[in-house]
Structure formats: C-alpha cells, structure tokens
C-alpha cells in the first residue's frame, strides 16, 4: 500500500501548494433512441484537427472536448460544462451519449474523418485507419475521460526540482492505487448486444437487448473492451524515463508478427509496430512533454522531459450531468497529490505482475472481490471493500494533513458511499428494477440545463475560425508530398 512521507509533506506545505487541471471528455453520439449517430462533424466547429477545444477521437460520431488547464476545480468544472452545451446546441438533434459503452452500434455509421489535404490532417487519417485495421471499429468506440495534472513551479521546487522524477514517482504510485480507483470510478458494467456482435467473448445475458460481467466495474477497461494484447505482455513500470522511452521505441520501431500483413506501401496504417505512434499506447497515466505541433512526443520528452500527467481509463459517470462531477475531479486531484507526497519506489517484477492481476479483478469483478496486497504480507490478500476502505481513511487524514479536508467534505461523504454501493452495481441494479441500457442511458444523456458564459461562448466561435485559417496556412506551409512527410515522421524514432 502507498504511504505518505512526512518529509514530502513538510516541503510541499511550504511551496504554494498550487496545481492544474484539465479535462479531455469524450462522447459518442446518438439518436433519440439510442443508435449511435451517422452524422459528420458539425461544419459550426470548423476545422477538428486544429480546435483546441472541439475535436474527434477516433470517428466522426466519436466527439472530444477539451479543457484548458485551471488552478480551482470549479473552474475547470465549468468550463467543461460551457464546452458541453455549446456542443449540445449544434448536434442537429443528436444526444452526447453519457456512457462509456456506446449506443447501440452499426458498424456502416462508424466514418473515419475525411483525410483533408495537408500533411498534418493525412497522417491524422493514416492512423486512424490503422487503428481499424488492427483492432476493427468497435474497440475504438468506447468513451471516457482523461484528467490532466500538473504542479506549478513553486511545488517542484519544494519537492526537489526535478520534475521529470517527481511525475514518475506519481506514475508509479496510481498504478499501485488505480484498482481501488477504478473500483470507485468505474461505471459500465453493461452493454448492449451490438458492441459483441461478431465476437466470442464469455459474457452473460442482464436481458434480450443487453450483456454484462454481473460484479464488473468497467467493461471498457477490461479485456472486452479497450484493450491491447500486445501490449498487456508487460506493465510499464515507469521506473525511469530512460526505460520508458526503450519501451516506446521497441514497440514503434519492431515490427510486430500480428500488424505485418496491413500494408505499409498501400498506406494502410503508419508503421507495422507494436504501436504506430505514441498515442496509441494504451496506459492507465500517461507522462506528457511540452506540447508542439512540429516534433514528436518521443522526442520532446527525450529532450524536455516530463511536463504533466494524463490520468486516463476514467469511465463516464452516467449519473452525472456531463459525466464527471466536482466531486470526481476533486477526487482524481487528492489522490495524485497524494502520489506525490508518498513515498514510491521502483516497481519489481513481482509487483508488476499484481499490480497487472489487481486491475483485471477491478474491471471484470470489482465489486466483489479480493486484492493482492504482497506475498511478502501476512493476509496475502484482503478484500476490495476493506482495502478501498482502509485506502479512504488514509486519504482523509491526509487532506486534513495538508488542509483540504473542509473543502472535500462532500467528496469523501460520495465516495465512502460508492465503496458501500460501487457506481457500476448502481447501475445494474437500476437496469434490474427499470428498463433496458439504451432507455436509462437516453434519459441520463438529455441535453442539460445550463448557460454558456458569454465570454467562452465569444472564445469557442472564435477557435471555430481560427481552425479553419489555421488549415489553410498548414496547406500552404505543406513543402513536401506526403510520402515523404510520413517517411521523416517514421524516422524521427530510430
């Protein structure tokens, strides 16, 4: 179990103890009858690939939207709320469906976004394409949210001034944290049938429409749902950013027996590796460099090193009205100071391989299930309430500890209930006593009751032009044809 450090506790209250959040949200679309959406992306948002705040993910019924980082929580909250109903008002009717397993599911509808016709925007196309011809539309059509975390420069300095060590210290404490989170965040249990159709998966029967794992918290974390075989060989660790970058480039760089036969000369995905670039590796956090349109992820954190953390695998909570609440941001937030100030040392073969074990019983069987604790401990094992329980005590006395305790109040009072009653048995309980997934999910997706602030209003219309002029300045930049435009980009990782 993680344990807070005094001394990091001590250094960090003297700093300004200030950090940033911000919010990526996906949502499928769907109809009023939940059916997932064959509609392209709304012409109103301009251009997606260059919108800093409306996007796609994976396909043109995938939408994101994206936060800018905040010091206060409820101003990140709010943002994203502005950001939700600015984006309900322009869906021709459509719903943003408030669930990380999507609508009911026709593969015909799944459009990859139009290719374009600047270098940027064609490699965009290019791995998507290889996404669905490696894993196929329906892996790539679950939704959920990524959190990213950050300190400001008076906490680093606090803490030792090495940034890049500090965040790896926090990776490696969520991985050993994040089955008790999931079993707290984690909310889709369900499925409608049409995510399964043309797979030989073992699964129950909830009713004629619907399937579940009956103790899962999230489907889409587990091995039904976004999920990499190749990549589940090992856990990474991140034991240092050395290792970490060998791992990213072994697995763009190798060829992979699996991903050989899609063509590379056809442009039929961007390389034939493990991965085809760094966003497609599937980790729970995600260490992050300085963003830059001109150089690749490897790259800028080999050269700058760690800047923030993507906190991903966060299901949407339906029964929230944009699919997260104050109270889970302020959750995330605790837990990864939390890291932080806690001692955290490299992770061995042995630990790698329970925290592996850990998350799998979290998704497929977390509401009623035993934890690893070591094989060096007494109990071996101890039940998942007991340790989320024990986990929340510890939490509490250490917001108290650093003087968050007042202002998280209602959080813990919400999450100390969801141990008792875990969201996803929640929702399967609702399913039992109402109606079907598509019924329940519908209303939970109802356009909300909320008025865009003016100013971000001004801002998000403003972007929208700015996309589309920023497309045409890359096209005009474009000084090479794509095929050598992809062999550069290849070779930036040898």
Known sequence: MVESNQKKISKFLKSDKVTYKGLEKENLRSDLEGKISNKSFPKSFGVHNFNRYITLDYSEPHLEIVTPPFVENSDAYNFLCDLHKYVEENLDGDLLWNYSMPPKFKSKYIKLPQHRESNTTKLAHLYRLGLRNRYGDKMQST????????????????????KTEIYLGVSRNFLRLFPIILRLIGCSPVTHKSFLKGRHVNI????????????????????????????????????????????????????????????????????????????????????????SKDTRAYTQLKSKGIEYLEIRSIDLNPYTKIGISIEDIEFLELVLIFCALSDSPLISNLESDCIKENIRRSSETGQDCNFIKGLESENAEESAKYVTEEFLKKLQNFASTIGLHKDNKKMFSEYINRNNVPLS???????????????????????????????NRALFEKERDLSEKQYVHDKKEDNMKFEEYLERFRGEIK
Do not use: W
């Not at 519908?442 to 602030?453: C, D, E, L, R, Y």
């Open 204 to 291: 129950e029967d909830l009713d004629e429409e619907d399937c579940y794992l009956p103790k899962s918290t999230s489907l889409r974390v587990s091995r039904l749902g976004y999920y990499s075989e190749e990549q589940d060989e090992s856990l990474i660790t991140f034991n240092s950013l050395a290792e970490y970058l060998i791992t990213l480039r072994n697995y763009i760089n190798k060829p992979n027996d699996r991903f050989k036969h899609i063509s590379l000369d056809l442009k039929q995905q961007v390389n034939d590796g493990t991965i085809q670039m760094e966003s497609e590796l599937y980790n729970h956090v995600r260490p992050k460099g300085i963003i």
């Open 143 to 162: 939704a959920g949210i990524h959190f990213n975390f950050s300190f400001s420069d008076s906490v680093i300095k606090a803490l030792g001034n090495n």
């Open 425 to 455: 048995k929640k929702l399967i309980n609702d399913l039992d006593k109402s109606e079907n997934l598509l019924t329940f999910i519908v209303k939970k997706s109802a356009p909300i009751n909320h008025k865009v602030n003016k100013n």
